[in-house]
């Protein structure tokens, strides 16, 4: 784990995992998450070759808190963590709440992002024609329906999730129950659930204000148009998703002009990515070549 100062003096954590000169990805966590990697996600791809930069977003494990932060302001912080990196070109991935911050980036540094792997990504939360809480289990729509109750209840509400997702594996699959279908809740009890805690504790450690934070970002307006996404998208989504439900995806996909969607029978949030980002890379480095 690492960390640099911003201009504006913030701290931004990172880590970066796999071949030094592989080619470079950008991975974008959910909410909650942090850099902490996770090898039964990320084995798949720094297997294959790929050089794998995390990172926390503001407020999460020790990168610095961003009260009214954006999709956009993100974007710069990942912007100018690449440039200290002295990456040239880079693909980007985001998985759930992430995903939103992954097309941000392609708009917000064009010039250097060459394709997008979106898996299980949310949609806007004022998206047209899209009733955005709709399949999502109690917690999630729980969480969602604070937006309109002002951050005091937002704050409640992230603190009792977050008391939840500090449990055991065990213990927080039996807490989580309606968000993870049965695919999910196989990999919760699993090697995921193992590296899942450790990524989840390292984000929460010191407080909950990341997930404020992002709850916050996901219930505003995005501040970009999906049309200025240019470079080609990867979009993936599991059929029986129950924390983003897969009308999300398919909202995406007829909507990013250079998305390819997969919709897979029989996948949930969780079982979607773990295992199997390598391979979704490829395809969509295939496409950017």
Same mark, same amino acid.
């Given at each position: =784990?690492?960390?640099?100062?911003?201009?504006?003096?913030?701290?931004?954590?990172?880590?970066?995992?796999?071949?030094?000169?592989?080619?470079?990805?950008?991975?974008?966590?959910? =909410? /909650?998450?942090?850099?902490?990697? =996770?090898?039964?996600?990320?084995?798949?791809?720094?297997?294959?070759?790929?050089?794998?930069?995390?990172?926390?977003?503001?407020?999460?494990?020790?990168?610095?808190?961003?009260?009214?932060?954006?999709?956009?302001?993100?974007?710069?912080?990942?912007?100018?963590?690449?440039?200290?990196?002295?990456?040239?070109?880079?693909?980007?991935? *985001?998985?759930?709440?992430?995903?939103?911050?992954?097309?941000? *980036?392609?708009?917000?540094?064009?010039?250097?992002?060459?394709?997008?792997?979106?898996?299980?990504?949310? #949609? /806007?939360?004022?998206?047209?024609?899209?009733?955005?809480?709709?399949?999502?289990?109690?917690?999630?729509?729980?969480?969602?329906?604070?937006?309109?109750?002002?951050?005091?209840?937002?704050?409640?509400?992230?603190? %009792?999730?977050? #008391?939840?997702?500090?449990?055991?594996?065990?213990?927080?699959?039996?807490?989580?129950?309606?968000?993870?279908?049965?695919?999910?809740?196989?990999?919760?009890?699993?090697?995921? *659930?193992?590296?899942?805690?450790?990524?989840?504790?390292?984000?929460?450690?010191?407080?909950?204000?990341?997930?404020?934070?992002?709850?916050?970002?996901?219930?505003?307006?995005?501040?970009?148009?999906?049309?200025?996404?240019?470079? /080609?998208?990867?979009?993936?989504?599991?059929?029986?998703?129950?924390?983003?439900?897969?009308?999300?995806?398919?909202?995406?996909?007829?909507?990013?002009?250079?998305?390819?969607? %997969?919709?897979?029978?029989?996948?949930?949030?969780?079982?979607?990515?773990?295992?199997?980002?390598?391979?979704?890379?490829?395809?969509?480095?295939?496409?950017?070549?």
């Amino acid at each position: =784990m690492q960390s640099m100062y911003l201009q504006d003096g913030r701290v931004l954590e990172f880590a970066v995992r796999g071949p030094e000169r592989g080619p470079a990805v950008l991975f974008h966590h959910g =909410m /909650p998450g942090s850099a902490v990697p =996770m090898d039964s996600v990320l084995d798949s791809v720094t297997d294959r070759g790929y050089r794998v930069v995390t990172y926390s977003r503001a407020g999460y494990g020790r990168s610095s808190p961003l009260p009214g932060r954006t999709l956009l302001g993100t974007a710069e912080d990942c912007r100018t963590l690449m440039d200290h990196l002295r990456v040239d070109r880079y693909l980007v991935v *985001g998985w759930s709440a992430g995903g939103p911050h992954a097309l941000a *980036g392609a708009v917000g540094d064009s010039r250097r992002v060459s394709g997008v792997l979106l898996i299980a990504s949310f #949609a /806007p939360h004022d998206a047209e024609r899209l009733d955005f809480v709709e399949g999502m289990g109690m917690q999630n729509t729980v969480q969602f329906g604070s937006a309109s109750k002002g951050e005091g209840e937002q704050r409640a509400v992230v603190s %009792h999730l977050a #008391a939840v997702v500090r449990d055991t594996p065990a213990d927080l699959a039996s807490g989580i129950a309606s968000l993870l279908p049965p695919p999910d809740v196989a990999e919760v009890t699993g090697a995921y *659930g193992a590296d899942s805690a450790v990524h989840l504790k390292h984000a929460l450690a010191a407080g909950n204000e990341g997930w404020v934070e992002d709850l916050q970002v996901l219930t505003r307006p995005w501040g970009f148009d999906l049309g200025d996404v240019t470079a /080609p998208v990867e979009l993936w989504h599991g059929d029986v998703d129950r924390m983003v439900p897969v009308a999300h995806g398919q909202w995406l996909a007829g909507r990013l002009p250079t998305a390819r969607a %997969h919709i897979e029978s029989g996948h949930g949030h969780i079982s979607i990515a773990v295992g199997s980002l390598g391979d979704k890379l490829d395809l969509l480095r295939s496409r950017t070549s």
